[in-house]
């Protein structure tokens, strides 16, 4: 049985991602900070487990691929979906905090560093593996607009990062980048127009790529992007 690793999987659209990739006979790794929480998402789901995992810290991330060697020793997809709103939503650049963008580059950013950079040889291993980095279209730097700084900033950063993994990774592990589009999470709100359901479907179409399909894009509902 295949392996996959999603961020952020305690709710919302990790959660969600983790569901579908389970009904298509995935076993799943919900990680978060909240054991509790972990625990109770993963109960509903099959084929599940939680697992404790702060992706924001080094140790961290290298204690949980230490135990995911030695427990499953094996890795087929990892989701980077672990991420959050910095700072006021509307703030414009020179009113945002810069301890908000530095904390923001690390949670949603440098995080999906922390785990490309074990992931990828863990998967070249076994020739095998398909990453998802969990991105938006604020971050594109072909629409760039204002407001949300430390998330558009960090998610541009994501985007470099899937591009660089993408060329560094063997040709058996795929990189790319999706946007979710506005989905309805507590972090979208309410007024997003789209389902949790929808949002997860183009992550688990990343995630679940034929060998002959692309690596270093940006996606939406399975269709290219501008970055």
Known sequence: MRVAVITGASQGLGLETARQLSELGYHTILTGR?????????????NAEGQVLDVADDASAAAFFDWLHDIHGRLDVLVNNAGRIYGAHGASLLAADTGNLAEALNNNALSAHRMMRRAIPMMTKTGYGRIVNVSSGMGAVSDMGSGAVP????????NALTILAA?????????NAVCPGWVRTEMGGQSATRD???GASGIVWAATLPDEDPTGGFFRDGQPIEW
């Open 151 to 158: 998330y558009r900033v960090s998610k541009t950063t994501m």
């Open 34 to 46: 909240d054991k509790d929480a972990l625990a109770r998402a993963a109960d509903g789901v099959a």
């Open 167 to 175: 060329h560094e990774a063997p040709q058996c592990v795929k990189v």
């Open 196 to 198: 949790v359901q929808s």
